[in-house]
């Protein structure tokens, strides 16, 4: 079913899609790189959360080919993180190191969102079919760092929040509902 | 100097007569008469919309740096009243009711009382006065504001001498305004200033911007404006002075001691734990430039803190 996989992909490029469309059309309102940033870091969490939803889901009868899309759906997270990275260096500080290594050490939602960055890239390097085989067993050991990571992109997230939390409370809600299930999940398998 | 201050105005900083008679004759086809009666108008919804002013002096003060278009200083707004998001409050703005308007004066004061806004303002000419705006999450915006120097005010309430500090106080109104009916800060928005930084020339209180009414997302009727402090000293939608003795209760700085202080005065060597504030995006540029100590007031305001350690009273 690659015609399914390539629907995904393609449905993944919407917010992209509109995101470009944006700016062409200057519609992103007057401050463009802020919306930009916030945008694909939205989108970042949002594939997350879907990628993390997959294993819960697949479980209901008749979803279990929802499988197929998870590593699609990790690899769309990445590749939003990666444009709200690159948003923030190239047009938020425009490559200003000194200032983008200051902001690493004293901007604990800088940090934290750094970490949980790096713990994403080798999930996306190593999401290939060679790779898995290479890895064999330990593919999956490693892939649970997604568990980590999402929790550091809340943390990221609520580090960030100025007053409003209403938002950040309605994500941290569901990651706890996809983390808990995994924890209820395996405390049932070995009970 | 980049910017030219210019409280004695000479002939020439007057509205060019040509001008001021096209105003003269809008104010008169609108049938309106007098400044009083042009604020009492609501502003519009649609910002772009919003009243034009009466007789302004122009050249008050004047900013040798590029304005930001109306449509953007009037767009991206924080105003939690009416919503967190930066476009919330623009789309918000026709909830906050600004007819009829009162402000309470009181405390320290010789002669207390409440206040019509048209005759808070009547005895004030209007002047426009361009200033750096500088928020304390490192974006800037150039403003030409509409409005008064909050000392004159003071003066005509006499400020008795025990009077050290002035509170301020935005509207409260939870039925109407959906900010305040989630406690994302504590209601009503309070801001202050010491009585000398309220009494020095460059702090206003204004009325209008781009030389129409303030949008009510901009905080129509009646707000202040402190152009060497971050944007959230400057409140919006006042109904309340004060003068007191004990320095005031400041809503950001109730709300994280650690990150706003009380003087919030714009200072690039004073880091955030959230945003760098040695350098500003200008609403409308790519790069950002550095920001000014004091943002650029400096020569103007630095003397009100001589002797004072700013990374402490920060
Ligand atoms: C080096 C790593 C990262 C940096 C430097 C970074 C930087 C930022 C910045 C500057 C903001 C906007 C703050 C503001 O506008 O006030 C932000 C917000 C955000 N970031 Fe990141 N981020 C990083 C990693 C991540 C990752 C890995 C994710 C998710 C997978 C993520 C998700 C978010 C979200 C959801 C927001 C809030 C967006 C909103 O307010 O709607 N970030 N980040």
Redesign the interface.
Request: no cysteine.
């Given at each position: 079913m690659v015609g399914w996989r390539r629907l995904v992909w393609l449905i993944g490029l919407i917010p992209l899609g509109w995101l470009l469309l944006g700016l062409w059309q200057n519609t992103l309102?007057?401050?463009p790189?802020?919306r930009m940033i916030r945008f694909c870091g939205d989108w970042a969490l949002w594939w997350l959360l879907m990628t993390l939803a997959v294993s819960p889901l697949r479980r209901l009868p008749g979803w279990s080919g929802l499988i197929r899309f998870r590593r699609l759906l990790g690899l769309l997270s990445l590749f939003y993180a990666l444009l709200h990275v690159s948003g923030y260096v190239v047009?938020?500080?425009?490559f200003?190191w000194e200032?983008i290594w200051?902001?690493i050490l004293?901007?604990?939602?800088i940090t934290v969102g750094l970490m949980a960055f790096l713990l994403l890239v080798p999930l996306g390097v190593t999401s290939t079919r060679a790779w898995m085989q290479r890895l064999g067993r330990h593919w999956g050991a490693l892939h649970r760092l997604i568990y980590p990571a999402s929790v550091l992109v809340m943390g990221h997230y609520v580090l960030?929040i100025?007053?409003?939390y209403?938002a950040a409370f309605v994500y941290g809600v569901i990651l706890a509902g996809l983390l808990g299930w995994r924890v209820v999940s395996v405390v049932v398998r070995s009970g | 100097m980049p910017f030219r201050w210019n409280p004695e105005l000479r002939p020439e900083d007057i509205t060019p007569e040509e001008l001021f008679r096209q105003r003269r004759r809008f104010m008169k086809s609108a049938a309106l008469v007098g400044v009083g009666a042009v604020l009492g108008m609501e502003s519009l919804e649609a910002a772009e919309t919003s009243a034009p002013l009466g007789e302004v002096r122009s050249g008050v003060v004047t900013l040798n740096e590029k304005q930001t278009p109306f449509?953007?200083a009037s767009?991206?707004c924080n105003f939690?009243e009416l919503g967190?998001g930066?476009?919330d409050p623009s789309r918000q703005a026709d909830r906050l009711v600004t007819k009829p308007w009162s402000v309470l004066i009181d405390g320290e004061v010789g002669r207390p009382g409440r206040i019509s806004l048209e005759e808070l303002i009547k005895p004030h000419p209007l002047e426009e006065r361009v200033y750096r705006m500088r928020c304390v999450e490192a974006?800037s915006m150039v403003i030409p504001w509409v409005g008064f120097s909050l000392g004159a005010l003071l003066q005509r309430f006499e400020p008795g001498p025990k009077a050290q500090y002035v509170s301020f106080e935005t509207i409260l109104d939870p039925e109407r305004l959906p900010g305040q009916k989630?406690d994302?800060?504590e209601w009503p928005y309070r801001e202050g200033l010491r009585l000398d930084e309220a009494m020095h020339p460059l702090t206003m209180l204004a009325v209008g911007m781009y030389g129409r009414v303030l949008p009510n997302q901009n905080g129509a009727p009646l707000r202040l404006v402190v152009p060497w402090k971050y944007g959230f000293k400057s409140i919006k939608s006042i109904v309340r002075i004060t003068l007191t003795e004990q320095q005031p209760v400041t809503s950001w700085n109730a709300?994280?001691p650690g990150e706003y202080g009380f003087y919030a005065n714009v200072n690039p060597a004073v880091?955030h734990?959230?945003?760098?504030q040695?350098?500003e995006?200008r609403?409308?540029e790519?790069?950002?430039r550095e920001t000014l100590p004091f943002n650029g007031y400096g020569e103007q305001v630095a003397g009100l803190y001589t002797g004072m350690d700013l990374t402490r009273f920060f």
């Open positions: 309102g007057a401050n790189v802020e047009l938020d500080h425009f200003s200032t200051r902001d004293k901007r604990p939602y960030m100025k007053a409003d209403r | 449509a953007d767009g991206y939690y967190t930066k476009e974006w989630r994302i800060l709300h994280a880091s734990p959230r945003w760098d040695s350098r995006r609403i409308g790519f790069l950002r």
